[in-house]
């Protein structure tokens, strides 16, 4: 399937609806773009992750405060999981 879009000011573009529509994708996605070993560009599609992805992944002791666990990612800091 090849589908074509416009680059627009800021260099922005749009994805094709029926791209959209075959591949699922939504508002909680990522472009990762790439130029391959042939000078051809791909594009792939993955899912944000969030807070709400995350827990219940970590179980340790040091992390029983879900609230003080969340602040911390969204701050950046870095969290210890051992």
Do not use: A
Request: no cysteine; hydrophobic share 35%; charged share 35%.
């Amino acid at each position: 399937m090849v589908e074509t879009s416009n680059l627009y000011k800021g260099f922005q573009t749009v994805v094709p609806s029926k791209i959209r529509k075959e591949l699922n994708l939504d508002l909680n996605h990522i472009l990762e773009w790439n130029i391959n070993e042939k000078g051809k560009v791909e594009v792939e599609f993955r899912k944000k992750t969030n807070f709400m992805d995350l827990n219940g992944l970590i179980s340790s002791k040091n992390h029983k405060d879900s609230v003080k666990l969340q602040r911390k990612i969204r701050s950046g800091e870095e969290i210890d999981i051992s």
